[in-house]
Each structure stands twice: as structure tokens, then as C-alpha cells.
């Protein structure tokens, strides 16, 4: 997919979240982004560290009524 490097900076960490639909990659500047695994699309990005990101965890998050 065209998300794996950028001209800047490259993909650092990679996980796919439980849905199989979307996946966060996160990159040696340090920012993450939310990626549509269909078609690559950019959901989202925000920049929450200075320096690579090294790990990424995805978890299903329940909330009983």
C-alpha cells in the first residue's frame, strides 16, 4: 500500500484493530495515523510524541448497559 513510507518519515509500528477494517500505523516522527485497511484512506492523524513510535496495541473496548 502507498501509506508504508512517506518522502519524511517511515511506518515504525503497525497493528490492525479487532474490526479488520482499519489499522494504526505509527511512524519514526512520531505521529499516528488511522488507516482504512480496504482502500488505504487516511481516517486520521494526530502527533502525540516527538520521537518514533516504537509499539502500537488495539483492544475491544465493551460497555455493558
Known sequence: H???TTKV???SALVALPDNRRALA???SGA???F???NGGILGT???HT???RCLAASVH???S
Open 2 to 4: 502507498r501509506w508504508y
Open 9 to 11: 518519515c517511515e511506518v
Open 62 to 64: 465493551v460497555v455493558d
Open 46 to 48: 494526530f502527533r502525540p
Open 32 to 34: 499516528i495515523t488511522l
Open 36 to 38: 482504512d485497511v480496504s
Open 51 to 53: 520521537e518514533r513510535v
Open 26 to 28: 505509527g511512524w519514526s
